[in-house]
């Protein structure tokens, strides 16, 4: 027989962590205190807001924006708000480095982390930062519709719509506006 190649297939949205895998690793990045606050945070936002790890070393310190008692982080728009404890580890972090414009500052000054070192740091602190963040995503246009998902934590519309449809969400087939007539 000739020989037969098989044509590789690529996703966009590779398998993910189980969700019991990723409520276990958002424990122990809210709770490890052996872990870098900063690798904390960064794995938080994998794992909690499904941030791509290029996204997270381009946040700012004023994307990080306080309302009275209310953490809120500029991911998209709206702002998200950010949940205890969390809120209290994220304002741990901004305040550990009050001369920095960059949430994740580089080794050079004035510019950010570079990505492929947190991503290296989150992989040997056991953080599969990309199957995390597809989990999340997944998780989240689950819970809520896929178009205010979107909007909050900076995706394109398109994106999570066809994450939902993927993964057999119902939002699609809801009803919106006023039904209290």
């Avoid at 946040?59 to 924006?65: A, G, H, K």
């Avoid at 305040?95 to 994740?104: D, E, I, K, R, Y």
């Avoid at 994450?163 to 809801?174: D, F, L, N």
Wanted: charged share 20%; with cysteine; net charge positive.
């Amino acid at each position: 027989m000739p020989r037969l190649k098989i044509p590789t297939c690529r996703t966009e949205n590779p398998a993910p962590i189980s969700q019991h895998r990723r409520i276990t690793l958002i424990r122990r990045v809210l709770t490890d205190e052996e872990l870098l606050l900063a690798d904390r945070v960064a794995a938080a936002l994998v794992l909690l807001y499904a941030q791509p790890i290029s996204r997270l070393v381009r946040l700012t310190t004023s994307d990080i924006v306080r309302n009275g008692s209310q953490v809120m982080l500029r991911l998209g728009d709206p702002a998200t708000p950010v949940p205890e404890p969390f809120a209290g580890m994220l304002l741990e972090h901004l305040a550990a480095q009050p001369n920095s414009t960059w949430l994740f500052p580089g080794h050079r000054a004035g510019q950010p982390l570079d990505p492929s070192t947190l991503r290296g740091r989150l992989a040997a602190a056991g953080i599969p930062a990309l199957h995390g963040r597809t989990a999340a995503m997944r998780q989240l246009v689950l819970q809520a519709p896929p178009s205010v998902v979107a909007g909050m934590l900076g995706y394109h519309s398109v994106h999570a719509e066809a994450i939902a449809a993927e993964v057999g969400g119902t939002w699609k087939h809801y009803a919106p506006g006023d039904h209290s007539r």
